[in-house]
């Protein structure tokens, strides 16, 4: 590298900057669904098992597309799929503008939102991990904090729309935002150090460090035989059943009680200011105790809080939950990149984080619908929030087992 290419400002940053962009729109727009949740199931006279079938279908869209978004990303980089995934969103949001049937609302938010979910998130995170080697936790991290503050700033905003405009032009408008944000985020996306010429880091030289992740990068068919990945598959599984439930249900839940449309609105607006703590907080810890341990504590945190959860009746018990559950949500996410990369290497990161996806996409298609029947068998939520308490303890004993990949320990087979 001559001197005046060590000279130039690195890229890496402009990528963290874009995906920090770019989370404020992709994960912002995902929590409308339910701040609408309730005015759409009275208006249009649905049934909230009928309509959580759109939540489940998207999870399994997310995940299939995220399989896709992995391979795509790893082949051709990632803004061709930033792109699509943005082309998608601006798609479903003027269906929904203009629900009159469940199966617009399948069509829109099952399909074109999941295709979409799937789409920007993996590339986002690998290519991060491709232009950070010893900072990569936290450089995740201040990444996905931009998806923290989508979440703290798009409940607040769309109720605010809804009450002007209505759900239907509310939709609409924060379509062409979201559009717009994802496609200008885009532009500034480049696979990979080597495309410009610099190093990991902004080094002006590859280190030692990276020629030790050389040694441990693993293809996605060595990756899936062994007993670590299907490990962490259970658990981001058991997370995501979470995480579909509280984004869809907890508006619902906290008015349910007989608390206001507002006071639930900023819990889940709480939820992404928490969440954006823990984005940052829990990957920067990553770097310093390894990412292993960090997981655990924040599926701890999670477990804790879907126990809260049953037991809240007041504002402040739900913006407790809210302090739980956001630091769990926002570490968790922000952990999952430096997770399998430090099992399985970075040269197939990308379909590797899209088949983990697929597998969590199984959790997320049952949580929803199976929370949506048990309130209208029931008439409470409780029932639904003690079961994923039970798996949240569950995927806590499974990272306990998750030990990192040794030398001759690639797949299965070769382990007797």
């Known amino acids: 590298m001559s001197e005046k290419q060590g000279k130039r400002m690195f890229w890496g940053y402009i990528i963290v900057a874009a995906g920090f962009f770019a989370g404020i729109f992709l994960v912002g727009q995902s929590v409308v669904l339910g701040i609408f949740f309730k005015s759409i199931s009275e208006e249009l006279g649905w049934l909230r098992a009928s309509m959580s079938v759109a939540m489940s279908i998207n999870s399994v869209v997310a995940g299939v597309s995220a399989v896709f978004a992995g391979k795509l990303t790893d082949k051709y980089g990632p803004r061709v799929v930033l792109i699509g995934g943005a082309i998608s969103l601006a798609l479903a949001y003027v269906l929904l503008s203009r629900l009159e049937s469940l199966w617009q609302l399948y069509l829109a938010y099952g399909l074109f939102v999941g295709i979409a979910m799937g789409c920007p998130d993996v590339p986002i995170v690998t290519t991060v991990s491709r232009w950070f080697a010893r900072r990569r936790g936290i450089m995740v991290g201040i990444t996905k904090v931009g998806a923290g503050l989508g979440m703290m700033i798009f409940p607040i905003f769309a109720n605010r729309l809804m009450f002007n405009f209505g759900w239907s032009k509310a939709y609409l408008y ?178 590797i984080m899209g088949v983990i996806v697929l597998c969590g996409a199984l959790g997320g298609f049952i949580g929803p619908v199976a929370a949506g029947s048990i309130f209208d068998a029931t008439g409470s939520y409780n029932t639904a929030f003690l079961i994923m308490s039970i798996l949240c303890l569950i995927g806590v004993l499974l990272i306990f087992l998750l030990k990192p990949m040794k030398a001759g320990e690639k797949v299965i087979k070769q382990e007797k």
């Open 174 to 351: 924060i379509g062409i935002i979201v559009f717009a944000g994802l496609l200008l985020a885009a532009l500034f996306f480049r696979r990979d150090p080597a495309q410009m010429n610099q190093f990991p880091d902004g080094d002006t030289a590859p280190l030692a460090i990276e020629q030790t992740h050389q040694d441990r990068h693993y293809s996605i068919k060595e990756a899936a035989t062994s007993r670590q990945f299907w490990l962490f598959a259970a658990v981001w599984a058991i997370f995501n059943t979470c995480v579909q439930t509280v984004l869809l249900h907890t508006a619902n839940h906290i008015t349910d009680v007989g608390l206001s449309t507002t006071i639930a609105t900023s819990v889940i607006s709480a939820i992404g200011g928490f969440s954006i703590i823990g984005r940052f907080a829990l990957a920067s810890l990553s770097d310093r105790i390894g990412s292993r341990l960090t997981y655990l504590i924040a599926l701890s945190l999670l477990t804790l809080a879907m126990f809260w959860i049953q037991f809240a009746q007041t504002g402040w018990a739900f913006y407790v939950f809210a302090a739980l559950y956001g630091l769990a949500h926002g570490g968790c996410f922000a952990l999952l990149a430096p997770m399998l990369s430090n099992l399985f290497g970075l040269g197939s990161l990308g379909s």
